[in-house]
């Protein structure tokens, strides 16, 4: 069963521009959601952050939203830069389970310069 | 600070064989789990190791089998390797709810 979900497998964005990945989960025990981007041959690289407690979390060129009645939480990028172009994952896990990460299939973005 | 180290970066096994994999955390962090990630089933939680106890388990096989020492490297080991087992197998360590992994080992069973 796919607690996680990426919905979206490729995601296309001029550079300058607004990128948004989203993600869906099914389960309502999660209370932490983290955001990763993955390059070939290397590690998932944390990016950001949020607790079920809050609704939006920002760092930079990043914020994260989640919309807990709709299980629902998206990452957005502003403004893209190619560099950004990379696999992006959402993961999530219960707290209280420790640090089991339920992870989506991931998002390819291709920000075009 | 260092980052997390797994070792080594690439394996070649046969079928039937076993294999052990590294895993050294960033200094500080006493929490290390273990991730495979394979085309088809994307990046699955295999476990966690605490204070060298395991702390948390995912849906494998008995033949996957993990510990964490003092100093908290971990290593995992898979016995009896069948194909399926090809991956790359990422190794992660923790601090405050945050993940940080290692580039992660490329095992290929052939």
């Known amino acids: 069963d796919q607690q996680v979900k990426q919905n979206s497998p490729s995601l296309s964005v001029q550079e300058g521009r607004i990128s948004i990945l989203n993600c869906d989960y099914t389960?309502?025990?999660?209370?932490?959601f983290l955001w990763y981007k993955k390059y070939p041959a290397e590690g998932p690289t944390f990016l950001i952050s949020?607790?079920?407690?809050?609704d939006k979390n920002e760092d930079g060129r990043f914020t994260v939203f989640l919309n807990k009645s709709a299980k629902h939480l998206s990452l957005h990028i502003v403004p893209s830069q190619p560099g950004d172009s990379a696999v992006y994952f959402c993961a999530a896990s219960v707290q209280e389970y420790g640090n089991k990460l339920v992870f989506g299939a991931g998002t390819i973005l291709r920000v075009k310069s | 600070k260092a980052g997390v180290t797994q070792t080594p970066r690439y394996l070649i096994k046969t079928r039937g064989q076993q294999v052990t994999l590294s895993c050294s955390p960033i200094?500080?962090?006493?929490?290390v789990s273990w991730y495979q990630q394979t085309p088809g089933q994307g990046l699955q939680f295999l476990f966690e190791y605490f204070s060298e106890t395991q702390r948390n388990k995912g849906n494998f096989p008995g033949r996957f089998s993990g510990r964490q020492f003092s100093n908290s490297r971990s290593e995992m080991n898979v016995s009896t390797l069948e194909l399926g087992d090809s991956a790359l197998y990422l190794c992660?360590?923790?601090?405050?709810?945050?993940?940080?992994f290692g580039a992660g080992t490329r095992l290929s069973v052939l």
């Open positions: 949020i607790s079920s407690i809050k």
């Open positions: 992660a360590s923790s601090y405050k709810n945050i993940q940080y």
């Open positions: 200094s500080g962090h006493r929490s």
């Open positions: 389960n309502s025990m999660f209370d932490y």
